[in-house]
């Protein structure tokens, strides 16, 4: 069974940081962070394919976030620098057995997820 453990979330300040790690109980090639926030749809945030690469972000998070992973860890992260209100949702891990890609529907697997707030 596959398991994928989101864990770093919290309260910030706007302009602060937070580091999202996503363990999993496997070896996936195609890993992405999602996020939901109230009322809005899951939209994702970013995505990395294979060992190191090559990755995608959403336009809201270029330049703030950086997707990474460490694969004899099993683990991906998410740096996100310069918070901003807006980015205040709920943060999911998710893999995909066959897809890189960014479609919600692509992903098989899923973390409970992390809670992100940013104040201001």
């Known amino acids: 069974q596959v398991q994928l453990v989101e864990s770093g979330g919290g309260s910030v300040q706007a302009g602060g940081s937070l580091r999202l790690s996503c363990t999993a109980s496997g070896y996936h090639v195609y890993m992405a962070w999602f996020r939901q926030a109230p009322g809005k749809e899951r939209e994702a945030v970013a995505r990395?394919?294979?060992?190191?690469?090559?990755?995608y972000y959403a336009d809201f998070v270029k330049g703030r976030f950086t997707i990474s992973r460490d694969n004899a860890k099993n683990t991906m992260y998410l740096q996100m620098n310069s918070l901003k209100p807006e980015d205040t949702a709920m943060y999911y891990c998710?893999?995909?057995?066959?897809?890189?890609?960014?479609?919600?529907?692509?992903?098989?697997?899923w973390g409970q997820g992390t809670p992100v707030t940013v104040s201001s």
């Open positions: 990395i394919c294979g060992g190191g690469g090559p990755t």
């Open positions: 998710a893999a995909s057995p066959a897809y890189c890609n960014t479609a919600v529907a692509r992903y098989n697997f």
